[in-house]
Each structure stands twice: as C-alpha cells, then as structure tokens.
C-alpha cells in the first residue's frame, strides 16, 4: 500500500535526544551510566514517569516520586532535575524534511510528554519553546499523553492517530527513537524507523516515501 501518512515521534526525533542530557548528568554527578533509563524502566506503567505523562500527577508530585523510586536504588535524583533535562535542541534538517513529507502527505504527531507548561519539547528556553511550537502548529494532527491521558505504547493512541488522520496503518510510516513505542504500531501493519541518528533517519525515511532529503 502506497504511503498516505508519516506520523511523528518529538523527542529524540526532532530534537536530540534526552538520553545525551542524561548521560551527561550521571556522569557530571558520579552516577551509574543509565541509572535514569534504569527508573523509569521500573514498574513502566505505574512509575513516576508514567504517571506525569499521563498527567496523573503534577511536577512537584513527580519530583517527589521520581526521587523516592531513585532512593529505593541507592541514588538521590530529585524529579524536577530529570524534567530539566528533557529539552533538546531542534535539528533542522529533520525540519526540513518534515516539510518536505507535508507537502506530500498526512502529518501527524504522537509524543509523550509531561505537563510542565513547556509543550512537547518542555523547553526552559523561550526562544526554544517558539521554535518547538511553530513546529507543532504544522502537524495536521498531534496527540500529546499528558492531555489524551494515553500514553505510548498503548495501542490506543496509534488507533486515535489513525482515525484522526483518516488513515488504514498499512498506510503509515511511524518514527520513534524507542523500540518499545515502535512495536504496536508495526504490529497494526505500520512501517516504522527506529531513530539512532538524524543521518539515518533522513536515509530510513527517504527510503521509506520516496523523497530525497
């Protein structure tokens, strides 16, 4: 089936990732490398992270819980230090690209995020949250789980993209820098990109649609 559809992931897709923020931060501090991608490994549905970013719990309550999870490990991480990590810079080739598949096709977004009032990226810079935000105005679609209460990898939340987009999932390329997010949207029939890199996903999606980027 011909493409109809490329929906999106945000961070780590068209921002660096947080996971170089957090490498910096545990080595910075002497912690274990991971020790954050540890944390929010445990108890992945009803952790601390999962629950801001189905908006269960607000920032103060997840930098109180994130730390209590850190300490039962050894560490003391306060919540409100990991949120500050989470915003990276915009890549703009990756920018141009999308655009480039806007012109083409149906564009949507599907990020998990936290309700801190910074949007998607959750930006400390304003500069950054306007470059974010002019972004996201060109999606036709975006689901954020902080405000739909879904949270990937939930099938739910590939279904409500699809219906909002109009679109069988046979029809629709998927990026996300997790594997874990990718998995139910292949298994809908989606084709999906895994993001290590913006080389490689600028080659994975050209491939994927067709379009020289």
């Not at 961070?11 to 910075?28: I, K, L, N, W």
């Not at 949250?129 to 689901?143: G, L, M, R």
């Not at 949207?185 to 600028?202: F, H, N, W, Y």
């Amino acid at each position: 089936m011909s493409v109809e559809a490329v929906i999106w992931d945000f961070g780590g897709v068209f921002t660096t990732s947080p996971f170089d923020a957090f490498t910096r931060y545990e080595r910075e501090r002497g912690l274990p490398a991971d020790i954050i991608r540890r944390i929010n490994s445990i108890n992945p549905d009803t952790n601390a992270w999962a629950k801001i970013e189905r908006s269960e719990v607000d920032a103060a309550t997840f930098d109180r819980l994130f730390r209590e999870e850190a300490l039962a490990l050894g560490h003391d991480i306060p919540g409100a230090d990991v949120l500050a990590l989470l915003s990276g810079d915009l890549r703009p080739a990756v920018v141009a690209a999308f655009f480039a598949c806007k012109a083409r096709f149906k564009v949507g977004c599907i990020t998990n995020n936290a309700p801190t009032g910074k949007g998607a990226g959750m930006s400390s810079s304003s500069e950054k949250a306007k470059q974010i935000a002019e972004v996201f105005a060109q999606f036709d679609h975006v689901i954020e789980s902080s405000k739909a209460g879904v949270r990937k990898p939930d099938p739910r939340i590939y279904a409500m993209m699809c219906e909002a987009l109009d679109v069988r999932p046979q029809a629709c390329v998927y990026l996300d820098d997790l594997g874990i997010n990718l998995k139910p949207a292949r298994d809908m029939g989606m084709r999906t990109i895994k993001v290590t890199s913006e080389a490689q996903l600028l080659a994975d999606l050209s491939a994927a649609v067709g379009l020289s980027f």
